[in-house]
């Protein structure tokens, strides 16, 4: 597998992943958040990442930036919306491979946090913790019963417990329809 940033010429293929991933109109939902998050200034800077198997294209990943309200200190930070692995390609690995990989490029780059809206059995696998329970605020609430599902992954050490606040999140993904788990 081969994992690459994507280029404008990558875009209908992300978008019919997304679109394969999620099914019906979820998927046309997610592929049209995709779009529009690659095109905000807002989200910049933004990671995005396609996992290749003999150059078919199996999965993407996506980072934009966030900033954290009510804090002093300047923490660069990053969310995770979306993450797609095609339906057959599902249950292989493809989206671990892509987190890693991705977390890897954005510590690198001296990003402190990340953020991701998802499923709470599955993000913990790679590192993310409740973020609620650590001092981070959706920028949308969460139901009390979803509250595990808003997870936050430290990529320098000590940020965590130094600073809090509420996230704020670039255009495009800053509506409450987004942040229903």
């Not at 109109?25 to 200034?41: N, P, S, T």
């Not at 605020?137 to 965590?160: F, N």
Request: glycine content about 10%; proline content about 6%; charged content about 25%.
């Amino acid at each position: 597998m081969n994992i690459r940033k994507t280029t404008e010429t990558d875009i209908g293929i992300v978008l019919s992943i997304h679109k394969k991933a999620f099914g019906g109109d979820k998927g046309a939902e997610i592929a049209d958040l995709v779009d529009g998050l690659l095109k905000d200034q807002t989200a910049t800077p933004r990671l995005s990442l396609i996992a290749l198997d003999d150059s078919k294209a199996d999965g993407h990943i996506l980072y934009t930036k966030a900033r954290l309200n009510l804090t002093n200190e300047s923490v660069s930070a990053q969310i995770l919306a979306p993450l797609a692995v095609l339906p057959e390609a599902q249950s292989e690995g493809v989206g671990g491979r892509l987190i890693k990989y991705s977390l890897m490029l954005l510590k690198n780059s001296r990003v402190e946090l990340v953020f991701v809206l998802g499923h709470p059995d599955y993000y913990p696998r790679y590192g993310f913790k409740p973020a609620g329970d650590l001092g981070y605020e959706a920028p949308y609430p969460i139901p009390e019963e979803h509250a595990g599902a808003w997870m936050v992954q430290e990529l320098c050490t000590g940020v965590i417990g130094r600073v809090g606040g509420k996230v704020q999140c670039c255009d495009v993904l800053n509506q409450p329809q987004h942040w229903r788990e």
